[in-house]
């Protein structure tokens, strides 16, 4: 479980995130919407301990994620792709992030084949497609089996196909029971895939309802969300 509890994050003059609570609950894929500059990085970032809450305080299962003892055993996540270093291969960027987590060689295979990186996985990371990339981030992020996953704009950039693997891992990780926050521009694809949405604006919450009450009578999730930020 993922609780963002009265969280305010400024830099400077600019507030990101504005007292801003909600909880991520496990069991199904949240989808985290909101237009550009809206705050949805800046609120998985406050999450994971990559930037200090201005007031508020985030947790995952109860726990800040810096008080976390092996951090990628509790919580995976996708950020950006890319940030592998380019001369590493598949395998040795996975392994390095491994051995500080006492996660085993075996595990480093197998979410290789998880993501369908096998055949590549001694390859370096610098003649990697996007797809390939993205998979790979995919693959550290649950390198620790973990039960709470972050993924922002997981589906930027990709083909169809890629899309749609994407998709059926979102699912199948929430039906394990795991805790999935997604964020994510494509409406039509969050309609898709999440069971659950959380949508902010100028980083304050505008809703947190299950996809159906959200869409409402509206024709489409689009329609929906577009009612709600211009409201
Ligand atoms: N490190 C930073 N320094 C200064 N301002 C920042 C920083 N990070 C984010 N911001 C600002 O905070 C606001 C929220 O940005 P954030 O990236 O969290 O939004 P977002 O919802 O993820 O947007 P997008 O959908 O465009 O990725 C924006 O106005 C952004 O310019």
Redesign the pocket.
Known sequence: MIDVDGVTKR??R?T?VDDLTFTVRPGRVTGFL??????????MRVVLGLDRATAGRATIDGHAYRDLPEPLRRVGALLEAGSAHGGRSAYHHLWWLARSNRIGRSRVAEVLGLVGLDGVARKRVRGFSLGMKQRLGIAAALLGDPPVLLFD?PVNGLDPEGVRWIRGLLRDLAAEGRTVLV?S?LMAEMALTADHLVVIAR?RLLADAPLDEVVGDAPSLEDAFMRLVTR
Not at 34 to 43: F, L, R, Y
Request: aromatic share 6%; net charge neutral.
């Open positions: 830099f400077g600019t990101a909101g237009p550009n500059g809206a705050g949805k990085s800046t609120t704009e964020s521009h980083g």
